[in-house]
């Protein structure tokens, strides 16, 4: 890795460092108000594993299970970026790459149901807390 590129890694792993945290209760309070205004499908892992491909890519981002295969070519990184998280979760990718207030609410338009309580990692009690060191 050359100089350069090395920097922008530095400063991109700067820059989400910033954000991951906001993101976290951004996606948090996102979701609360969602899914208190509908019943959420449960999806196993197991389920979400066979959807692991371009033209079916279910992913996982907080507990939440999302079907992003219409949304592939529309993603702004390339649908590589997708692609690579098919079929599994995606929460740390997601968060530690610094999406935005409106990449978080654009998650709503595909979001289809969440991981039951036994598969949780992040929504549960003892689960996994992200946080970020300023």
Not at 27 to 39: A, D, F, M, P, R
Not at 96 to 117: C, D, F, M, R
Request: glycine content about 6%.
């Amino acid at each position: 890795m050359d100089l350069l590129s090395l920097g922008f890694v530095a400063l991109e792993l700067r820059d989400s460092s910033l954000v991951a945290e906001p993101l976290t209760k951004d996606l948090e309070e996102s979701k609360k108000h969602l899914s208190n205004e509908k019943c959420l499908n449960i999806i196993t892992l197991d389920e979400i594993s066979r959807h692991d491909c371009d033209d079916d890519c279910w992913i996982a981002i907080y507990d939440y299970v999302y079907n992003c295969t219409n949304f592939m070519k529309k993603h702004p990184g390339g649908q590589e970026v997708l692609a690579e998280y098919a079929g599994r979760d995606a929460t740390l990718a997601f968060i530690g790459s610094g999406h935005t207030k409106v990449a978080i609410s654009l998650l709503e338009n595909y979001l289809i149901g969440e991981l039951p309580l036994s598969e949780r990692l992040y929504r549960k009690p003892g689960g996994i807390q992200i946080v970020t060191v300023h």
